[in-house]
């Protein structure tokens, strides 16, 4: 039985009567309490600022130790295969695992799944980890499969990465379990970084339930796809996570290197950036840095979504981080929320809107329907009638940006 961490996310009934309801942001970071999974304490300050907190205690030489130890148990004692998997998108934060596994003399098999709609700076960052000194493997699932998955996803949970996010979990996995090398090495723990349930937060290794739970499936199983847009099981194979024999039968581990080595996305920028990797010119639509999700234009779409649903995009998450970091104020980060998150997606990685939606079958207009379909309207400006005031670029207004004074 699935418990899909965003479930009550899924379908919000929107009545156009439904009363405004004022977010509660976060006293040290600026996240809403709409995310799902955080709790504001009595302090108002929520559990991600918490969990942050708790991480300047840790004992990060004892926790590098550890690591060191779990990767001598792993590592091939002849050489004749792989110590580990390291599953990269070409990012910086897993440019930089690969930069470790090799600082740490571990020989990884390197295996990317292919974004939805990779940018040319996301396949130059590819072609970069290549020249690390690695074996690669790049999996790229049916096209033409996934372009409907990502209408699916769209139309029924408003996710277009939906498949994206599980091919990145269960591709992996596969490989693990095709080439025999048992241990796959995670980045940081998501529930760790962004707060979610204590024992989730822990956790060091991934499982399925871990993936069932908490790897943005959004209550939509691989296998309620089966018949829609003529979906056949022999389509999913790649979104299917190996059974629990294979798993057993290899030994399939995994480890979060969050959890053993201090982790923050813009020192990994720094170490990526002096071993080749390329950031984006300029700062990303929607969000407030340069140097993320940039290998993937729908991205822009999905992080939109998360907007529509919850009040926040990716500029606030990032802002958030930076703030508890003490980069930024408050303050700043509040503005530059304000300036840049939630804007209706035109262009990402300057791809327009159209143009990414062609390859779906779908219009700006179509796509403009869904978006008001999942929007919650309890937190967005509405005219006398009930209906979202957007404005000439066809952004929306949410009610309040921060706590009342
Ligand atoms: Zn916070």
């Not at 918490?50 to 001598?72: F, G, N």
């Not at 990884?108 to 290549?130: F, H, M, Q, Y």
């Not at 907007?307 to 530059?336: N, V």
Request: proline share 5%.
């Amino acid at each position: 039985m699935l418990k899909p961490f965003f479930a009550h996310s899924i379908f919000l009934k929107i009545n156009p009567s439904t009363p405004l309801t004022m977010l509660r942001y976060c006293t040290r970071c600026v996240m809403p309490d709409t995310k799902p999974d955080l709790k504001l304490d009595e302090h108002g300050v929520c559990n991600a600022c918490r969990s942050y907190e708790h991480r300047k205690s840790v004992d990060w030489a004892t926790r590098q130790k550890e690591l060191e130890q779990l990767l001598a148990r792993y590592r091939s004692r002849d050489g004749s295969n792989w110590d580990c998997i390291v599953p990269v998108s070409g990012g910086k934060d897993s440019t930089t695992q690969v930069i470790r596994m090799l600082q740490f003399g571990m020989n990884p098999l390197c295996v990317t799944a292919s974004t939805c709609d990779l940018s040319e700076i996301g396949r130059r960052n590819i072609e970069n980890i290549k020249n690390l000194g690695v074996d690669y493997v790049e999996f790229s699932p049916n096209i033409r499969v996934r372009r409907k998955l990502n209408r699916l996803g769209l139309e029924q949970v408003g996710d277009i990465s939906w498949p994206e996010h599980v091919g990145i979990f269960t591709i992996p996995v596969r490989a693990a379990v095709q080439y025999s090398v048992p241990l796959l090495i995670w980045g940081e723990n998501s529930q760790n970084e962004y707060g979610g349930p204590a024992a989730a937060a822990e956790k060091n290794a991934l499982d399925r339930r871990w993936l069932e739970e908490f790897g943005g499936m959004l209550g939509l199983r691989v296998t309620d796809l089966i018949g829609l847009m003529g979906i056949t099981p022999r389509d999913l194979i790649p979104y299917q996570y190996p059974s629990d024999d294979e798993l057993q039968r290899v030994g399939v581990t995994g480890l979060f290197l969050g959890h053993y080595l201090p982790w923050d996305g813009l020192a990994n920028t720094l170490v990526a950036v002096a071993n080749g990797f390329e950031s984006y010119p300029t700062v990303i639509e929607g969000s407030v840095v340069n140097y993320e999700n940039v290998d993937n234009h729908q991205t822009g779409i999905h992080d939109y979504f998360k907007f529509l649903k919850f009040g926040f995009g990716r500029g606030t998450d990032l802002a958030c981080m930076h703030t508890r970091r003490d980069r930024i104020t408050r303050q700043d980060a509040l503005e530059m929320v304000r300036r840049h998150d939630g804007k209706f997606p035109w262009t990402y990685l300057g791809k327009p809107l159209e143009k990414i939606l062609q390859p779906l079958d779908l219009s700006v207009d179509d796509f403009i329907k869904i978006c008001d379909r999942f929007t919650n309207k309890k937190i967005f400006v509405r005219d006398a009638k009930g209906n979202l005031v957007k404005d000439r670029s066809g952004n929306l207004t949410k009610i309040n940006y921060d706590n009342p004074p």
